[in-house]
C-alpha cells in the first residue's frame, strides 16, 4: 500500500479551489524542525550554532501555532504536515523540513496535483486525501503548486518554469482548457505569490511592471508597490555577501560558525531571501479577511477602501527560510465555483 491510498483509515479531506479569495475551509500548515535532531553530533555542544539553531527551531514552532490558532477562530480546519526527524546520523544530506507545502501542491478545480514521487514529510496529509481528487504530476518540483499558479475563477495565471519541456506546457494547458479554465502562461521564471496578490474581485496588490493589468485584469485596482528587500532595510549588506543573498537571521551577522554551518550543510534548508517581498506575500480567509506578514500603509489603506480586514502574522523565521505565510500553508478546500470575474 503506497503512502497515498491509506485515506480510507480516516474522514477525507474535502479537495477544491476556484479562486484565491474564496472562504477557506480546510487549510494545509507546514512545519519546521527539533534541534534534538543533531544530538550525537559534535556540532550539538557548539553554542554560536546550536543557540540560534535552537531558537529558529523553536519560535518556528510557536509561530506555526500562532497561525494555526488564527485560521481556527476564523473557522478553518487546519492540517499540519510533519517530518520525523527526531535524530540524523550526519550532516550529510539532511533533509529540509516540509516549511513551505505552497511550493509543492496545486489545487484547482477539485483536484490537488502532487509532484513525484513526493516530498518527506507531507504523507501525513497526503493519506487523507482521497485518490479520486489526488493527481501526481509527473513534472519537476514545484513547476505545478499554488505559488506558480493563481487562481480567479475561470482565469488561472501560471507562471511556466524556463526549461520545462513544451510537451509537459501542453499537457497541462489543454487538460486545464478542456475543463473550462482561461489558462494564461508567463515565464518570469519565479513565484507568482512573492510578484502578486489577488485579494478580492477588483483589487490586486503587486509589485511593480510585474504584467499587464490592464489586459489581464481589465478595470481592477492594481496597487503597485516598490520591491524591498532584507538588506536594504536592515543594512546587513556584508551578510549578504557572504550568504549569498540566500537568508539572514537577525542578530547574527557576525557569527561565522553559524553562517559557514548553514551554507554548508543547510544550503537545502533556504531559499534566495534577496528576492523575496513578503508584503505581497498574503493568504486569504476570504474576500473581506487577509493574514499578511507586517504592515504596510499604503496596502492597509487600500485594505481599508475595499473593506478588507488585515490580520498581522508575524513569520518571524520568514527571511531564514524565505518563507511568508502564503508560502507555509496551502489552501485545501474554498468554497466558491468557477465564476467568470471577466466576462
Known sequence: MDSFSMGGLGQMIPIKGYSTFDPLKHCWIGSGFKAEMFQGLQIYHNDKIMDPIKRIAEETEEDYQTLEKILKDAGVVTHRSFLNMEKIGSLENVPRPPIAPRDHFAVLGEKIYAVTPGIPGHADVLKK??????????????????????????????????????????????????????????????????????????????????????????????????????????????????????????????????????????????????????????????????????YNKQVFDAFKKHKVEPIIFNFRHGFFWDSGVHCITQDLYREGTMQDYFS
Request: hydrophobic share 35%; charged share 25%.
Open 129 to 294: 486525501i482521497d485518490r479520486k481528487n489526488l493527481e501526481i504530476a509527473d513534472v519537476p518540483d514545484g513547476t505545478i503548486s499554488t505559488a506558480t499558479m493563481t487562481r480567479v475563477g475561470k482565469d488561472v495565471y501560471w507562471d511556466v518554469h524556463k526549461g520545462l519541456p513544451q510537451e509537459i506546457v501542453q499537457k497541462y494547458y489543454d487538460k486545464w482548457t478542456e475543463e473550462g479554465f482561461r489558462v494564461h502562461m508567463s515565464n518570469r521564471n519565479y513565484h507568482n505569490d512573492g510578484a502578486f496578490c489577488v485579494v478580492k474581485p477588483g483589487l490586486v496588490v503587486s509589485l511593480m511592471d510585474v504584467q499587464d493589468y490592464k489586459k489581464e485584469f481589465p478595470g481592477w485596482e492594481v496597487l503597485t508597490i516598490p520591491e524591498s528587500t532584507p538588506w536594504l532595510t536592515s543594512g546587513f549588506h556584508d551578510m549578504k555577501h557572504r550568504v549569498g543573498g540566500k537568508w539572514w537571521l537577525k542578530g547574527e551577522e557576525q557569527n561565522d560558525q553559524l553562517i559557514d554551518f548553514v551554507n554548508t550543510w543547510l544550503n537545502d534548508w533556504v531559499g534566495y531571501v534577496e528576492e523575496t517581498v513578503f508584503d505581497v506575500n498574503m493568504l486569504s480567509i476570504d474576500q473581506n479577511t487577509i493574514i499578511c506578514n507586517n
